[in-house]
């Protein structure tokens, strides 16, 4: 983790350059796609979104709190986001629609004024972050 300062133009920016987008994009899809059949099931999704502390992070839900079925519903949820035509999977196409709506969200969150934050090492604020700082 690092402490990172951002602005929502920046964010923007990162989204609008689809090369550097869709290889950030790709390149996590390919990490996430375990069976290498170019869909992400509901399990592969899952894994990385609890790897990723998804709940308490982002939020700020102790997942201790919550027993099985509701965390399972919670995830499932979060799935159904990405699974754009609901059949159970979700290719590379649906993953880049919902990851450019999730950053442009964050983007009009922050605004634009500069704000500091965490990052985590390999995220996509991260690349954000490191590609502004390339001068790209």
């Known amino acids: 983790m690092s ?12 989204v609008a350059d689809e090369l550097a987008f869709n290889a950030s994009i790709d390149c996590r899809f390919a990490n996430l796609d375990t069976n290498h059949d170019g ?10 979104l609890m790897s990723m ?5 982002h939020f700020g839900i102790d997942g201790a709190g919550m027993n099985h079925e509701e965390l399972v519903e919670l995830y499932r949820g979060i799935f159904e986001r ?16 919902e990851m450019k709506e999730v950053l442009l969200a964050v983007a009009a969150g922050i605004g634009f004024l500069p704000v500091q934050m965490v990052v985590e090492e390999g995220s996509f604020l991260k690349m954000v972050v490191e590609r502004e700082a390339a001068g790209l």
């Open 3 to 14: 402490v990172e300062i951002l602005d929502g133009e920046t964010i923007r920016q990162f």
């Open 82 to 97: 990405f699974d754009k035509d609901g059949d159970g999977n979700v290719d590379l196409e649906d993953f880049r629609a």
């Open 39 to 48: 869909q992400l099931s509901f399990m592969e999704m899952a894994k990385e």
């Open 53 to 57: 502390r998804v709940l308490e992070v």
